[in-house]
């Protein structure tokens, strides 16, 4: 069971799931919600591997504080991760709670509404990555998609190859990787 959260501090979590997405709206209403320190990383949400800034708030926390976040979907997107961050952070005597959503593991009715969106959330991946996958076979069958668009100029690196450049300068000059020119050589040769 949790100390009460109103002796401890409140520490935020916002997280995106792409570069290309801002930060500033969860920071700013977990800076509204009291929060003294707010942390924020840019990963995906359908695994905690490699989110250092949410195992650094949960390691920094102590018994009391509370771990705020905007929505649950900001912290987990499966029921396995959900319920262990939960699990650790109660171990600790630290509070989850939410600002957009009725949850405050510090209460009953909070963590039940807790597991509740938890399940939700989960269920709206599998629904989105179905979705995803029909739409791309339907797009393939109809001959339209024909995946992503090629990050390499072949014909550009087969004339430096024939202008005697070598493989680190061909990478350098055209912004990719050794491996891919590599590669290309190595077709070129079979």
């Known amino acids: 069971m949790t100390k009460s959260t109103k002796t401890g501090h409140l520490y935020g979590y916002a997280r995106v799931s792409t570069s290309d997405q801002d930060l500033a709206i969860q920071e700013e209403a977990l800076r509204a919600a009291g929060c003294t320190v707010v942390r924020s990383e840019k990963k995906t ?35 396995a991760d959900l319920a262990a961050i939960v699990r650790t952070l109660e171990a600790q005597g630290i509070a989850l709670r939410a600002t957009e959503q009725p949850v405050d593991t510090a209460t009953a009715a909070g963590r039940a509404f807790l597991q509740m969106l938890g399940v939700f959330a ?37 004339e430096m190859m024939a202008a005697g450049a070598g493989a680190t300068e061909i990478a ?19």
């Open 45 to 79: 949400g359908t695994t905690t591997k490699g989110r250092d800034a949410l195992q650094t708030l949960i390691d920094f926390a102590h018994e009391g504080d509370t771990i705020v976040v905007t929505r649950i979907d900001r912290l987990a997107r499966s029921i």
């Open 122 to 158: 989960e269920f709206e991946t599998a629904i989105r990555r179905e979705r995803q996958m029909e739409g791309i076979a339907r797009a393939k069958a109809e001959g339209v998609y024909k995946g992503r668009k090629p990050s390499i100029d072949v014909a550009r690196v087969r």
């Open 172 to 190: 350098r000059s055209l912004g990719i990787g050794r491996a891919s020119v590599y590669r290309l050589m190595q077709k070129k040769a079979a």
